[in-house]
Structure formats: C-alpha cells, structure tokens
C-alpha cells in the first residue's frame, strides 16, 4: 500500500519512512503543506500520516482541503498536540485516527493496518489465488502451505496483482503502488522486478502465472488445467 507521511521534523520523517517501509509500505515523505499538496495532487494514497505543526501552514487546513473535496483517504494525525480539544477538533475535521508524539512505531503500523482493514480500506487481510495465500497484515506469502521468500518489493507488486486477480493492471498503476517518488526507477524496473518475482513464483509451486499484456500491463491468473 502506499503511504503518504507529512512530518517536518527531519530526523523524525527519515526514521518514520524507513520504519514503514519495512513494514511493507511504499512510503512518499514530505515536510510541508506545499509538498503535501503537490503529492496529493499527482498521485493517489492509501493513507496519509499528518502531522499537525507544519512550517508553512497548519495540517488542519491539509485535512479540510480532503474532506472538503470528498476525498475519503484515510488521515491518522501524528503530533505533539495533546489536549482534548486538540484530538476533538482533529477527529471532527475528519481525522480517521490520533496519535501523540512520541508514540511507539509498533503502534502506528499497527493503527495503519487497522485502518486499512476497515471495509472502505485497501488492506484486506488474506489475498489467495489458486494455493497462493497472502497474509497482508502478517506479509507473509505461502504456497501450498510453504513460506516464499520474498522482498519488500515483491510482496508489494505481487499483492496489487492478487486483488485484481483475473483482471488486467495496468503497468503504471503498478509502478505507482510500488515506487515512491523519491525513488530511482529505470523504464524497465517494473520488468526486471516482474522477472524476479516470477521466478520465486514459479520456483515455489505457484499454480498460475503472471501474463503480460502488451501496452497494457499485467494479469495474475492460474493456469488453465
């Protein structure tokens, strides 16, 4: 799933990215409502981890710009602010959730997922396709019982393919769920990522196969008996 995180606090930000990436996320991170906008506008998000105290503008104004324009994101507020009133008027203006600072990343992967499970949310718990399953809350990927090894990345590219099982998708959708913007990616980053992923599939026993549709994208289905 990809996140986007706004923290200004640098050393905070970094550490926060890098913990969420672990965890499974593509994470894109800026520090301030300029660049939350900009991100905003050009890509589609998951969720959003918002802090409140911004250099340039309040993270209040961020959220009321999305609910103001219908957009359902999900919005986890992350901040110093500990008042009552403070939580009351973030969660009123549409906070999906509220988290003080300092927190436990623990916790806050934790609040992501549970989020993300919700019924309007992206992340179900168990993906499965033919003796493929895929626990997204454990990520851990098992075919026909057995535990398949793979990256961040792989289980990212592989997850997006196994909720459109069946269906066509499209390569720059892939290349968005699965690249932040911060990242280095080659015309054919996407392919060699496919390529690699294949062969841990198809090593391990998967009983489909991932077709590629050219000009289009990609589609997981299982194999015709």
């Known amino acids: 799933m990809r996140l986007l995180l706004i923290e200004d606090e640098t050393s905070l930000l970094d550490l926060?990215?890098?913990?969420?990436?672990?965890?499974?996320?593509t994470t894109d991170a800026v520090g301030t409502a300029d660049?939350?906008?900009g991100a905003l506008s050009g890509s589609r998000y998951?969720?959003?981890?918002?802090?409140?105290?911004?250099?340039d503008e309040d993270g209040l104004a961020i959220l009321r710009d999305l609910r103001g324009g219908r957009d359902t994101t999900p919005v986890l507020i992350l901040t110093a602010r500990d008042g009552v009133e403070d939580r009351v008027t973030g969660l009123n203006t549409g906070a999906d959730d509220y988290l003080l600072k300092p927190f436990a990343m623990p916790e806050l992967i934790a609040r992501l997922k549970a989020l993300l499970r919700r019924p309007s949310g992206a992340l179900g718990v168990v993906l499965e396709a033919g003796n493929i399953r895929f626990d997204t809350?454990?990520?851990?990927?098992?075919?026909?019982g057995r535990l398949l090894a793979l990256t961040a990345r792989e289980?990212?590219?592989?997850?997006?393919?196994?909720?459109?099982?069946?269906r066509v998708v499209p390569k720059r959708h892939l290349e968005e769920?699965?690249?932040g913007f911060d990242d280095e990616v080659t015309p054919n980053s996407l392919e060699v990522l496919l390529h690699r992923l294949r062969r841990k599939l198809a090593g391990g026993g998967f009983s489909g196969e991932i077709h590629t549709i050219r000009g289009v994208g990609y589609m997981l289905a299982e194999t015709a008996a």
Do not use: I
């Open 16 to 25: 926060v990215q890098r913990s969420l990436t672990r965890a499974g996320f």
């Open 35 to 37: 660049e939350a906008r």
């Open 46 to 55: 998951d969720a959003v981890v918002l802090d409140l105290g911004l250099p």
């Open 137 to 144: 809350a454990g990520r851990e990927v098992m075919v026909d």
């Open 155 to 166: 289980m990212t590219l592989l997850e997006n393919l196994l909720r459109r099982a069946g």
């Open 177 to 179: 769920r699965v690249y």
